[in-house]
């Protein structure tokens, strides 16, 4: 009995102890499995949910020349303070999104976002991995990404494009 009072009393200490691994080999993870933004592009989708690895992987398997990576985000995980924004390479916006965040994004060609779902026929691009709301979506390429000039950003959001 004494010796099950003592590992009670130890607990907070031995979870404590857990959550400051997981933390840390989270961060080791990601530091080991994560690449400088000029070898990967960034897609963040503001969507009511999307299979981001699944989608990431298959984006991966004919990346541009240069790239290491691709990732998949949804908007929620810049919400960790971080400058992201500032690094997305693709962003896909429902047509209501805020004025002031899409006027600074890019088109993809001509003026205006390029539409990726239509919700009046449910059709669009990526359907496999995204899950659309109830509104038109549109695709806009990042003024701050580092692959306006070598195309890759470009070349990434065909392939979106091309999904079914």
């Given at each position: 009995?004494?010796?099950?009072?003592?590992?009670?009393?130890?607990?907070?200490t031995f979870v404590l102890?857990?959550?400051?691994?997981?933390?840390?080999?989270?961060?080791?993870?990601?530091?080991?499995?994560?690449?400088?933004?000029?070898?990967?592009v960034t897609v963040y989708?503001?969507?009511?949910?999307?299979?981001?690895?699944?989608?990431?992987?298959?984006?991966?398997?004919?990346?541009?020349?240069?790239?290491?990576?691709?990732?998949?985000?949804?908007?929620?995980?810049?919400?960790?303070?971080?400058?992201?924004?500032?690094?997305?390479?693709?962003?896909?916006?429902?047509?209501?999104?805020?004025?002031?965040?899409?006027?600074?994004?890019?088109?993809?060609?001509?003026?205006?976002?390029?539409?990726?779902?239509?919700?009046?026929?449910?059709?669009?691009?990526?359907?496999?991995?995204?899950?659309?709301?109830?509104?038109?979506?549109?695709?806009?390429?990042?003024?701050?990404?580092?692959?306006?000039d070598d195309g890759a950003?470009?070349?990434?959001?065909?392939?979106?494009?091309?999904?079914?």
């Amino acid at each position: 009995m004494r010796v099950l009072k003592n590992i009670f009393s130890q607990l907070h200490t031995f979870v404590l102890w857990l959550l400051a691994s997981v933390l840390f080999w989270g961060w080791i993870f990601t530091f080991v499995t994560d690449t400088v933004p000029a070898k990967k592009v960034t897609v963040y989708c503001r969507v009511p949910a999307v299979e981001d690895t699944a989608m990431a992987a298959a984006l991966e398997e004919d990346m541009p020349e240069g790239l290491r990576m691709v990732q998949v985000h949804t908007f929620d995980y810049v919400m960790f303070g971080t400058d992201a924004f500032d690094r997305g390479d693709i962003f896909i916006v429902p047509a209501s999104e805020d004025a002031d965040f899409v006027k600074d994004l890019l088109p993809l060609e001509g003026e205006g976002g390029t539409k990726v779902y239509d919700a009046a026929t449910g059709e669009g691009a990526a359907t496999e991995y995204i899950r659309y709301g109830d509104e038109d979506y549109y695709m806009y390429l990042g003024s701050a990404s580092v692959h306006l000039d070598d195309g890759a950003a470009l070349a990434v959001a065909r392939q979106i494009l091309a999904m079914e």
